[in-house]
């Protein structure tokens, strides 16, 4: 079946600018995560959605960071007044019901490239 | 806090030689630990997961990892290199309920 997708593949913008990077699960994943992969911070994680639960946000590096997820299932990361130590890999995962602590695999998206000149 | 460390951030075999790739965790208790691959351009994907039953786990492509918790280690191992096992390798941890937290990878090199 259809895995993670994560659209745009790739996005160049100027300081300053707004960002929206878009993520669909795979069908029926109640979970739903982003994470940064970044050259000097390696991966790190940013937010977590659990079906409709409120989401876990402990992982933003800051309030220009935002996320939303609609109606259970494709998600939005926005970055607000973007800067260059913003420039990274985005990846998006999902798994089925949330429980990574129990050793449920999850499956990550092929990632957005953001490059912030 | 879970934490897991590997301890080389780049390792170089040669074509059908043994792999090994070290991680260390730290962890308060029996601790989720994933092995992820990540090749050039590509997602990650999940080589395999230790979930506190068999402390030898067998992954996909030939590579397995042995839980120890008497040393906190969970080292990723492979008989024979294939060129095609050059990838960046991510050991991973769950430190809650849901999250995984990541090292800071290990690059493969396999020579010819």
């Known amino acids: 079946g259809a895995g993670v997708s994560q659209s745009p593949s790739n996005k160049v913008t100027e300081k300053g600018k707004d960002v929206e990077l878009r993520c669909d699960p795979i069908?029926?994943?109640?979970?739903l995560y982003w994470y940064r992969q970044s050259l000097g911070q390696g991966l790190e994680f940013l937010i977590y959605?659990?079906?409709?639960?409120?989401?876990?946000k402990s992982g933003l590096p800051s309030d220009r960071f935002s996320a939303e997820r609609t109606g259970g299932s494709v998600s939005t990361l926005t970055i607000q007044r973007t800067q260059q130590e913003d420039s990274a890999v985005y990846l998006c995962?999902?798994?089925?019901?949330?429980?990574?602590?129990?050793?449920?695999?999850?499956?990550f998206g092929p990632g957005t490239r953001l490059l912030v000149l | 806090a879970q934490s897991v460390t590997q301890l080389d951030s780049h390792v170089s075999v040669s074509e059908g030689t043994p792999v090994l790739l070290r991680c260390n965790y730290s962890?308060?208790?029996?601790?989720?630990l994933f092995w992820y691959v990540q090749h050039p351009n590509k997602g990650l994907q999940l080589l395999l997961k230790y979930t506190s039953a068999a402390t030898l786990v067998k992954g996909i492509n030939g590579f397995e990892a042995e839980f120890k918790k008497s040393e906190t280690s969970f080292h990723l191992t492979k008989p024979s290199a294939h060129m095609s096992d050059a990838a960046e390798y991510f050991c991973v941890v769950s430190p809650g309920y849901s999250t995984l937290t990541f090292g800071k990878g290990t690059m493969l090199l396999v020579s010819p």
């Open positions: 959605f659990q079906g409709n639960s409120a989401p876990d």
């Open positions: 962890s308060s208790y029996s601790p989720s």
């Open positions: 069908s029926g994943h109640t979970a």
């Open positions: 995962a999902s798994s089925s019901t949330g429980l990574a602590g129990e050793g449920e695999t999850q499956y």
